[in-house]
């Protein structure tokens, strides 16, 4: 989910720029976009928010959901985090355990972070350096923790003989991250790379305590280094966050910590959290993707619930993998008919339109990616589809009569069922027969659509998917998406894209130190995955959110891609 370039001094959260008056805000359309919208330092109350599925992980080690990385920031901290608050500041990023940003060696490949004093886990202990490093190296174990981030697996010089910490506790992992002394934490690189500051912001380096550690069940209790702590946890149903008395705010400019209390619902049907949204039953919508197309008929032609939402251009994707495992889609040209049979406006209405789902999407980068370039590879006059064409593509792979393929979706996530119906019916004109099959978000990646074996033996041939970036330029947005040497067993962000002529493409961009061309390759990059055809893009997202009622501090922050969570207080 958001810059190449590391920006932002420090700044708190709890002196924002006035958008409103607090208290009696009026309620304007996008008023929290460029400003905080009913500002106000009051602490106190509890905060009620809603989930339309189950988290993938509450384990910081092992999640990769956007809106993850953004509530997870109550109760865990980072070495860095995203600016609080909104406009462009917001894609720049401030120290947070660490008192500065990374030092870098001379040639780019060692990052060195300086802890602040005074920090403490829940339980009174001391956070260290090496709590930080044992939270990195326990995350590089792709079988315990499936879900999240592999950019320090693949940028840090790991021993050859280290399997994790549980598989290999005897080998010293210090090659790749090390703890000097209580607070001095270094990063050895097998090679330069200049966003370090970005990657470290990632929920990999919240520190876990090794005694506190119980492996794939810390996500029941997960120790907190942040201003909130787990009061009650039942997975898959409910949870509850309380003020964490050994958190001090003096450490922690960027996170006012308003709310007493934090209740979460897990599970509850998207289109009934909606409807409570409106009715102020709930005031926090988890996901952060927007209101769903039941909804917008509510929503958008009544002036007083449309005042109470916003509608950013967010740096994410909404796609579908075309995978090449799966014949006959191992074939090219079986891969250009599924582009050119596709209707483009029947996918972007599965989105709620326009101002709900997005842009029609031609390739793979959103515009808010620096040096993204628009092009079109599979036209056609009025964006519905070319039939012929796609007929055409279809007698060059052999066949001519259509084909019959598996797509998968999340079942909790209304608008990518739509999605694969509009997808069904649209290649159905071409003798392209789906076969339709719905999956649980929270397990989407770990078990079926990211699951090698699962995609495989199941014959599964396109995946709903959505994508935002980790940060703003080519390597945050595409690197995790279109990099064939990321693919592990399970958990999955791609598993269509098996391109050696990507792959090269993507080492030039990362080693180019010339930003202009740098962002040239990365248009590169894009042209070729969209040649091999295995991402049919769908919409550069937009999403219209909507402010519950009785919150303060509400802004929507671009790092973040949704609204800032922790800024959040109750009137």
């Known amino acids: 989910m958001v810059l190449s370039a590391c920006g932002g001094g420090g700044g708190s959260a709890q002196q924002p720029a006035a958008s409103a008056s607090g208290g009696g805000a009026q309620a304007a359309f996008n008023a929290a976009i460029t400003g905080v919208y009913n500002p106000s330092t009051k602490k106190g109350g509890t905060l009620k928010a809603a989930h339309s599925s189950d988290w993938d992980s509450l384990d910081p080690g092992d999640t990769y959901y956007g809106y993850s990385f953004n509530f997870g920031r109550f109760y865990w901290r980072t070495l860095t985090m995203y600016k609080p608050g909104p406009g462009p500041e917001g894609n720049t990023v401030v120290p947070d355990l660490a008192e500065s940003l990374g030092e870098p060696s001379e040639d780019g490949k060692t990052w060195t972070y300086k802890l602040k004093s005074g920090l403490k886990f829940e339980d009174g202990t001391p956070i260290t350096a090496k709590d930080v490093a044992y939270a990195v190296a326990r995350s590089f174990d792709k079988e315990t923790f499936p879900h999240g981030p592999s950019y ?6 790991w021993p050859e ?37 970005y990657v470290v912001q990632m929920p990999m380096t919240a520190p876990v305590p090794k005694d506190k550690d119980t492996g794939a069940k810390y996500r029941e209790k997960v120790v907190s280094s942040g201003p909130y702590k ?59 993707t927007g209101m769903q197309p039941a909804a917008l008929g509510k929503v958008l032609p009544d002036p007083a619930l449309k005042a109470r939402t916003d509608n950013p251009t967010i ?5 579908i993998s075309v995978i090449p495992d799966t014949a006959p889609l191992d074939n090219v040209n079986c891969r250009k008919a599924v582009q050119f049979a596709a209707d483009r406006v029947a996918n972007q209405t599965a989105y709620g339109g326009e101002v709900a789902g997005g842009e029609i999407a031609t390739n793979v980068m959103p515009p808010p990616i620096v040096g993204q370039e628009k092009f079109d590879l599979y036209p056609s006059a009025d964006n519905k589809g070319d039939v012929a064409k796609a007929k055409e593509a279809l007698a060059a792979c052999g066949q001519p009569n259509g084909f019959s393929t598996t797509m998968a979706f999340r079942s909790d996530r209304p608008r990518e069922k739509a999605l694969a119906e509009a997808m069904e019916q649209a290649l159905a004109r071409v003798g392209i027969k789906l076969t339709l099959k719905g999956f649980p978000a929270s397990s989407y990646f770990s078990d079926y659509a990211g699951n090698v074996d699962y995609v495989k033996s199941n014959g599964i041939g396109l995946a709903a998917h959505g994508w935002g970036s980790d940060w703003p330029d080519g390597y945050g947005f595409l690197q995790a998406i279109v990099d064939s040497r990321t693919i592990r067993d399970a958990g999955n962000y791609n598993l269509s894209v098996k391109n050696p002529e990507v792959d090269k493409l993507i ?7 010339d930003e202009a061309a740098r962002a040239k390759l990365w248009v590169e990059v894009d042209k070729k995955v969209m040649e091999d055809a295995s991402i049919l893009p769908v919409v550069w997202a937009k999403s219209l959110l909507m402010r519950g009622q009785g919150l303060t501090n509400i802004a929507y922050n671009e790092g973040q891609s949704m609204y800032d969570y922790v800024m959040l207080g109750v009137e």
């Open 230 to 288: 787990f009061e009650t946890n039942e997975i898959g149903k409910r949870f509850t966050l309380v003020r964490n008395d050994q958190w001090d705010p003096a450490t922690d400019p960027n996170r006012p910590a308003l709310p007493d209390r934090i209740e979460v619902q897990l599970n509850v049907n998207a289109d009934d959290l909606d409807n409570q949204i409106i009715a102020g039953d709930i005031q926090l919508d988890i996901p952060g």
């Open 152 to 157: 320090l697996n693949e940028l840090l010089d």
């Open 315 to 319: 740096p994410r994707l909404w796609y």
């Open 507 to 513: 080492d030039q961009a990362s080693a180019e130190l």
């Open 161 to 197: 003989d280290f399997k994790g910490v549980y598989k290999t506790p005897d080998v010293d992992y210090s090659s790749a991250v090390e703890a000097t002394d209580d607070s001095t934490l270094v990063f050895h690189l097998k090679k330069p790379f200049a966003s370090m500051d």
